[in-house]
C-alpha cells in the first residue's frame, strides 16, 4: 500500500539557520499538506498546498515558512531562520481530494 | 470559533471492557469528522471517518449532531488498541483538519 514518506526523521539545527523538510506524498494525489506537534500539544495546520500553490495557511506560517514542490515527487517545507519553538514533530499530509488526508510518519525538528 | 475537544487525556481500561473515547466539536456548518490512531513511533493513521459508517478493528463513531459529538466505541477492548487517539475535524470549502489534542487509550491485561 502507498504511504508518505519524509525525511530526514530527526533534524537538528543551530537557531537562526535554515533547515528544508522533505516529503514524498502519495503519487496519485493532488492536495498536499503541513502540520507540526509541539511536544505535549496538538497536532496544529500549517499550510495546505494544492495545484502548485498555496491554498490556506494558518497564522503560524509566517513569513519564515515557504513550501515548494521542486519536481513531480517531493514536496518540501522551507523553514529560514529557525527559532527555538520551531521544535516540533513535523507531519507531511497528501489526499487525493480535499477530504481523507494521509500521514507521513514525520520529521522531530530540535532547534539549539 | 471551530474546535475538537477531547476532554480525557488517558483512558485506562482492562481487556474485555468496553471503550468509549469522548469527541465534541464545534462547528456551525455541515462537518466532516474522522478518528486518527497513533501506535507507538508510528504515523498517523485513519482508523474510520463518519460519512463511511464502517466499523474497523471493531471500533464504531456515530456523528450526533445534536450533541455535536462523534465519540468512538468499541464493545471489548483489545491490549493491541493501546495507542494514542485523535479525533478530527473538516469544516466544509477548507483543506485543513483542526485536530482534538488526542487522548492515550491503554488497555491493562
Known amino acids: 500500500e502507498p504511504e508518505v514518506t519524509q525525511t530526514p526523521s530527526h533534524q537538528v539545527t543551530q537557531m537562526g539557520q535554515e533547515v528544508i523538510l522533505r516529503c514524498v506524498p502519495i503519487s496519485n494525489h493532488l492536495y498536499f499538506y503541513w502540520y507540526r506537534q509541539i511536544l505535549g500539544q496538538k497536532v496544529e495546520f500549517l499550510v495546505s498546498f494544492y495545484n502548485n500553490e498555496i491554498s490556506e495557511k494558518s497564522e503560524i506560517f509566517d513569513d519564515q515558512f515557504s513550501v515548494e514542490r521542486p519536481d513531480g515527487s517531493n514536496f518540501t517545507l522551507k523553514i529560514r531562520s529557525t527559532k527555538l519553538e520551531d521544535s516540533a514533530m513535523y507531519f507531511c499530509?497528501?489526499?487525493?481530494?480535499?477530504?481523507?488526508?494521509?500521514f507521513g510518519p514525520g520529521t522531530r525538528l530540535t532547534v539549539l | 470559533a471551530q474546535r475538537v475537544t477531547q476532554p480525557e487525556k488517558l483512558l485506562s481500561v482492562f481487556k474485555g471492557a468496553p471503550v468509549e473515547l469522548k469527541c465534541n466539536y464545534s462547528y456551525s456548518g455541515s462537518p466532516e469528522l474522522f478518528w486518527y490512531v497513533q501506535y507507538s513511533r508510528q504515523r498517523l493513521q485513519l482508523l474510520l471517518r463518519h460519512i463511511s459508517r464502517e466499523s474497523i478493528k471493531g471500533f464504531t463513531a456515530d456523528l450526533n449532531k445534536g450533541e455535536t459529538s462523534f465519540h468512538l466505541k468499541k464493545p471489548f477492548a483489545q491490549e493491541e488498541d493501546s495507542a494514542m487517539y485523535y479525533c478530527a475535524l473538516l469544516t466544509s470549502g477548507t483543506y485543513k483538519y483542526i485536530f482534538g489534542t488526542g487522548t492515550r487509550l491503554k488497555v491493562l491485561a
Open positions: 499530509a497528501s489526499s487525493g481530494l480535499a477530504d481523507t488526508q494521509y
